[in-house]
């Protein structure tokens, strides 16, 4: 198992939850949850697992944790190329 760096950036609030494009190369992804008590990091790490098949506890926000702008750890047998894939799809 290996463990990759992401930088995402995010959109709380959002209609729904989806990958949105790049901004600033940067992933970005809208959050159907607002940007309050934890709300919005939940909805991105649930987003995360399902579309990467992997459990939530693989995946760590490491920092931005009150940010649009955040840093996960994603711990799988992807590689970061496969990952980039699996979100953007």
Known sequence: MTIVKFSIYVQPGAKQTGF??????????????????NKANQELIIFLAKKLNLAKNNITLLQGLTSRHKVVSIASTYSATEIIKMITS
């Open 20 to 37: 949105a494009g790049y901004f600033a190369d940067k992933i970005k992804i809208k959050l159907n949850a607002p940007a309050q008590e």
